[in-house]
């Protein structure tokens, strides 16, 4: 077992900075997501409120059960924080907890709660409301990144769909 202050001693110098840059793996390798992505969600919405054309996405297929609309992701993204703010033409929302879970062989997946507060012209239907979204950090035919995966709102809404993003800066 040995002498406990020497162990500790050790155990600090083996973390120290001059041997972390001797290390063959990353102390922490964690995708960079901040910056701006454009993109859509499509909404199981089917309430009292028709929603505006110019909210439309242009791949919008009128006869689905889903609705395709335009929304942007501002991220921010530091070493122990991270915030997303989520933007439509009805509503916006912001993170309220977030967390990146990235495991060797799978995308990294970016799983964060949120609070959305819609317009204020909006119906009640569209009152405030949380929610949740998982969205999975790809790469496309081109090799810009992507965000997509789901959401679902919580009670009072109960609305759910996809999510498909790409970063513009």
């Known amino acids: 077992m040995g002498n ?6 050790h155990f600090v110098r083996s973390f120290s900075l001059e041997n972390i840059g001797n290390s063959k793996k990353p102390l922490v390798s964690t ?7 454009e993109g859509w969600i499509e909404t ?5 409120y028709e929603i505006p054309e110019e909210a439309l996405h242009t791949d919008n297929d009128p006869d689905s ?19 997303i703010h989520f933007v439509t033409y009805t509503s916006a ?11 060797d062989g799978r995308w990294p997946t970016l799983s964060y709660q949120y609070e959305n507060q819609p317009d204020s012209d909006t119906p009640k239907t569209m009152s405030l409301h949380h929610g949740t ?25 109960r609305n759910h769909g996809k999510m498909h993003f790409k970063r513009v800066d």
């Open 44 to 48: 199981s919405y089917d309430g009292d």
């Open 31 to 37: 995708s960079d997501l901040s910056g701006e992505w």
């Open 4 to 9: 406990p202050v020497w162990n500790r001693i």
């Open 133 to 157: 979204t998982n969205l999975e950090l790809k790469k496309d035919e081109n090799e810009d990144d992507i965000l997509e995966g789901f959401y679902y709102t919580g009670n009072g809404r």
């Open 93 to 103: 929302s912001d993170s309220v907890g977030a967390t990146i879970l990235a495991s």
């Open 65 to 83: 059960d889903y609705t395709r609309m335009i929304g942007n992701l501002h991220i921010t993204q530091r070493w122990r924080k991270i915030n």
